[in-house]
């Protein structure tokens, strides 16, 4: 099994909104990430976890605020948002093994939209 | 920053044809992997490469690895219209990052 699920599949938000995106996954992968994604652009990285720990934020605004509840879980909780912030939002995983093979597995990801 | 550069980056066909997108870099990999991505879906993994100068084959498609692991190289042999999408490759590193190359959106006529 290499699935990851992303809740929900799109979000309508405005500026004013609190929102949180969810994702799972039962691989036992240890690394978890967030991305977001314009259409026809590669995918962005915004944030990783390793070991349920954040390991890495690419400067991602505060607005954008990620939380890892156990090595299953990561959400990305949303507030205050802007318009340029629609995008495709995806979240991946990876065993997370430094040196290894680590081939990072997608979700369907969630398409928002801010108003 | 490791950059990958991806090529060409749109490839309009017709059903039946031949094509090669390539994914070239100046730095090394520890592996590197081909995804395609079909609009405001995920992006599902077509393979991963780890041994420099392997070839891997999936039906019609043939990754290559270049043997100093800088590059890679994905041919499709007599694409169909199903094979329309955008295919990414992204070079893996130690640091549990992956660097994405901008992609190559394919499409293919009936």
């Known amino acids: 099994d290499t699935e990851v699920t992303q809740t929900p599949k799109h979000l309508v938000m405005g500026m004013t909104n609190k929102k949180s995106l969810k994702c799972e996954q039962h691989m036992g992968h240890r690394a978890m990430y967030w991305y977001k994604q314009k259409a026809k652009k590669p995918p962005e990285l915004m944030f990783v976890?390793?070991?349920?720990?954040?390991?890495i934020n690419e400067s991602v605004p505060s607005r954008f605020s990620p939380e890892c509840p156990n090595s299953s879980l990561l959400n990305l909780h949303l507030h205050a948002l802007q318009p340029e912030d629609s995008a495709l939002y995806l979240c991946a995983s990876s065993q997370g093994w430094m040196g290894g093979i680590d081939t990072q597995y997608f979700g369907p990801g969630t398409r928002l939209t801010v108003l | 920053t490791q950059l990958l550069e991806q090529s060409p980056q749109f490839l309009s066909i017709q059903e039946g044809e031949n094509l090669t997108v390539y994914c070239n870099s100046s730095s090394v990999f520890s592996s590197l992997q081909w995804y395609r991505q079909e609009p405001g879906e995920g992006p599902v993994l077509l393979v991963t490469?780890?041994?420099?100068?392997e070839v891997k084959k999936l039906k019609r498609l043939t990754f290559q690895f270049g043997d100093a692991r800088k590059d890679s190289s994905l041919h499709i042999t007599a694409a169909q219209p199903g094979d329309t999408g955008l295919y990414l490759c992204a070079g893996a590193t130690n640091a549990g990052k992956s660097t994405f190359g901008d992609g190559t959106t394919l499409t293919v006529k009936p």
């Open positions: 490469v780890v041994t420099g100068g």
């Open positions: 976890y390793s070991y349920e720990k954040l390991s």
